[in-house]
């Protein structure tokens, strides 16, 4: 069976020759124990953190070791009660091929209920962090603005369209004119900015908010970031997700300083990550399905065929050519 491993810690923008693939044998299973066969891998932004030798909430990937993430993987022979032979399940596993398991951290997904990929994306983790930071930090008011950056990436296009259903003026930031118009033809977004066209970020946000701006879900943090806190209003909200656009910086970067704007505003500024609401999994996933099956939530995937392309699909996140969530399928 193959296995990727991280090689080297990236220094910028990870390159292939920081994974490396190697080849064992296929585990031998103990009694307790499951063997699972991957089927789906997710690549998320939030794992070039791990790559580095630095204290964060989570633990860095160790060199010469396979890398983690969420995996969609069925169970091909059990040793263990309450796991049979073609169940599906998923959680945080390696990236393997095969591995062993003893059940700790999975759980079952149906796979005739919704697409097995979708329990990555829209029922995944991506769905709970979209749901659960904007609406346990956001807590969007029928007529309010709420602005989303990386909007056509995974979370962002499932945030606007529940910012949508809560009754608010939704205006996303992407990286094209294709994209832009995809969340407003796609998604229901009611406009959108093409941040790499865009003169003066600041003067754009303000057209596109002439009310302003109420809620902030940020997902990539810098410049963009520094034009939407120009245009936040009193009692504003922002949810600080993820800060893609520095993940690849060798220094610290300087910027404006917030502080006197949060001060004058009033507004709530937080960082969070979705475990912090793991009590609420429950609530939320069971919502997010409902949407779904009403046709108010579309999920949007770009699939990526092989388990020796998943260094390449991680890459390909920084270069924004995922639509949606980007899944491996090995």
Do not use: H
Request: glycine share 10%; net charge neutral.
């Amino acid at each position: 069976m193959k296995i990727i491993q991280l090689n080297s810690r990236p220094v910028g923008v990870p390159q292939l020759s920081d994974f490396k693939m190697i080849n064992e044998d296929r585990p031998k299973l103990a009694d307790g124990e499951i063997l699972l066969k991957a089927s789906y891998i997710s690549v998320d932004p939030y794992m070039r953190g791990r790559m580095m030798d630095a204290k964060s909430y989570i633990e860095p990937f160790e060199l010469n070791k396979a890398l983690v993430s969420g995996i969609i993987a069925e169970v091909v022979e059990s040793k263990l009660e309450g796991f049979s032979k073609g169940d599906f399940v998923s959680g945080m596993l390696e990236w393997k091929e095969y591995q062993s398991s003893k059940g700790e951290g999975l759980f079952k997904v149906d796979s005739k209920g919704a697409p097995l990929s979708s329990y990555l994306g829209v029922l995944g983790m991506t769905g709970l962090t979209a749901y659960l930071g904007l609406t346990e930090i956001g807590k969007p008011k029928v007529g309010e603005t709420v602005v989303v950056s990386g909007a056509a990436g995974a979370v962002g296009s499932v945030v606007g369209q529940i910012a949508k259903i809560k009754g608010c003026r939704v205006v996303g930031i992407a990286g094209s004119d294709e994209k832009v118009e995809e969340l407003k033809s796609k998604y229901g977004f009611d406009a959108g900015i093409n941040y790499k066209t865009t003169a003066n970020m600041t003067q754009a946000i303000a057209d596109a908010c002439p009310d302003g701006v109420d809620v902030y879900y940020d997902n990539v943090g810098g410049e963009i970031s520094d034009a939407v806190m120009l245009n936040v209003n009193r009692f504003a909200r922002v949810i600080v997700c993820g800060a893609i656009s520095m993940y690849n910086e060798t220094s610290i970067p300087k910027g404006p300083r917030v502080q006197p704007i949060l001060i004058k505003n009033s507004v709530l500024m937080q960082g969070f990550i979705v475990s912090n609401y793991m009590e609420k999994f429950g609530q939320a996933i069971p919502q997010l399905a409902k949407w779904l099956q009403e046709g108010k939530l579309i999920s949007t995937e770009t699939i990526v065929e092989g388990f020796e392309n998943a260094p390449q699909a991680f890459i390909d996140l920084f270069e924004g050519k995922n639509k949606g969530k980007m899944i491996v399928k090995v």
